[in-house]
């Protein structure tokens, strides 16, 4: 179960360092520009893409380098967790602008997210 934690911590925490850094780094054109997938960053303004952006690197940091350095190990669940909030948040935009697919990507990688935070405060927890 360690070994699958890692598995599923590392790929999730990539894809979310990337969308964030992605959001960060580039205007809010360019980023909606990659495709209708990222069409939700109409309903906000540029701040608030930088500030969701900024969330996802730090949520992604804190579910990999507490466990890599051996440091306050209890933040891994919780990074999870927080970014479970960010993706409950990101559903609730898919469903307000009725992008059902895309919902379904969120609802994902809540589960994943969920099952990291109950991996590590339950199954297999570090430290």
């Known amino acids: 179960m360690h070994t699958a934690l890692w598995i599923v911590t590392i790929i999730v925490a990539t894809a979310f360092a990337i969308g964030g850094v992605s959001q960060v ?7 909606r520009s990659f495709g209708p997938s990222q069409h939700w960053v109409d309903d906000f303004g540029r701040g608030h893409v930088k500030a969701i952006g900024t969330t996802k690197i730090i949520g992604s940091a804190g579910m990999v380098l507490p466990a890599l350095l051996d ?9 999870a967790s927080g970014l479970m909030l960010v993706m409950a948040g990101a559903g609730t935009t898919r469903f307000r602008r009725s992008e059902w697919g895309y919902l379904l990507g ?8 969920g099952f ?4 590590r405060f339950a199954l297999e927890p570090l430290g």
């Open 116 to 119: 990291i935070a109950w991996g």
């Open 106 to 113: 969120d609802l994902m990688f809540i589960g994943l997210l």
């Open 25 to 31: 780094a580039l205007t809010k054109e360019k980023f």
């Open 71 to 79: 440091v306050a190990v209890i933040l891994v669940p919780l990074a």
